[in-house]
T-cell receptor
């Protein structure tokens, strides 16, 4: 069964700063998910990636399959980016639906 | 609809009662997932449907929990004889198919058992 570690657990930054959140996992996977959860519980899927890099607006996600590591970057951070960011991976190569979730990174962006 | 919807958004029930939670996935998505998230924890997988059939129900905690998806679209999670420990946010997600995999989440149903 896969294990997921995220860092940092908590991150407070000033508006405009470049943010990096890291995720490491233990077992080979087909794809990795980055999700965002706002207070109140709603979860939004940000990225699903299996190699290289994806970009959406100010968000960039990268993955290194060999090193079993992914990063989520936020450029020009804004207070509305404040949320919990979660990395999730399948429990195994054939189980993309049984996601193992990281503990999440609570991000606070101060104006 | 544009996204996954879940009803009700909040449900308060007394211990021992029966509840049904509904999930309406994105149109055309054949895969549907139910998760449960307790306070301060990550979501826990409950069950996965591919079409009408439950492809994997290994995450259901016990036989008080049951889920159906009779027409391959809307799904209902049913909990019998609710216990206080069932209190959690129940999340539903759907994806185009299992191979594609990207899961789109609904807003969740917050269940409180008193």
């Amino acid at each position: 069964k896969n294990e997921v570690e995220q860092s940092p657990q908590n991150l407070t930054a000033q508006e405009g700063e470049f943010i990096t959140i890291n995720c490491s996992y233990s077992v080979g996977i087909s794809a990795l998910h980055w999700l965002q959860q706002h207070p109140g519980g709603g979860i939004v899927s940000l990225f699903m990636l299996s190699s290289g890099k994806k970009k959406h607006g100010r968000l960039i996600a990268t993955i290194n399959i060999q090193e079993k590591h992914s990063s989520l970057h936020i450029t020009a951070s804004h207070p509305r980016d404040s949320a919990v960011y979660i990395c999730a991976v399948p429990s195994g190569m054939d189980s993309n639906y049984q996601l193992i979730w990281g503990a999440g990174t609570k991000l606070i962006i101060k104006p | 609809g544009a996204g996954v919807s879940q009803t009700p958004s909040n449900k308060v029930t007394e211990k021992g009662k029966y509840v049904e939670l509904r999930c309406d996935p994105i149109s055309g998505h054949t895969a549907l997932y139910w998760y449960r998230q307790s306070l301060g924890q990550g979501p826990e997988f409950l069950i996965y449907f591919q079409g009408t059939g439950a492809a994997d129900d290994s995450g259901l905690p016990n036989d008080r929990f049951f889920a159906v998806r009779p027409e391959g679209s809307v799904s209902t999670l049913k909990i019998q004889r609710t216990e206080r420990g069932d209190s959690a946010v129940y999340l539903c997600a759907s994806s185009l198919n299992r191979v594609t995999g990207e899961q789109y989440f609904g807003p969740g149903t917050r269940l409180t058992v008193t």
